[in-house]
């Protein structure tokens, strides 16, 4: 008898090797720059001082916004 239909497929993001992939690639290319300047100018704009990341990977937005003085909330699957 094949049990394979019952078994639960794993995610991606528990796999440590997919992390790691993801940090190198992050490495190489990185997010654009000017991306997380807009992000922040339009939070200090709006007197914004708790930001919810939502997907948060490695922390690329999320720790630039909490050293910048934000209270972050970092959600990641």
Do not use: C, W
């Amino acid at each position: 008898m094949n049990y394979k239909h019952n078994q639960k497929k794993k995610s991606p993001f528990e796999d440590i090797h997919f992390a790691q992939l993801y940090e190198k690639r992050h490495a190489l290319y990185g997010y654009p720059e000017d991306l997380l300047h807009f992000v922040m100018d339009y939070l200090n704009n709006h007197n914004v001082t708790t930001v919810a990341d939502i997907g948060a990977g490695t922390g690329a937005f999320a720790i630039p916004l909490a050293k910048a003085g934000f209270k972050v909330f970092a959600i990641e699957p």
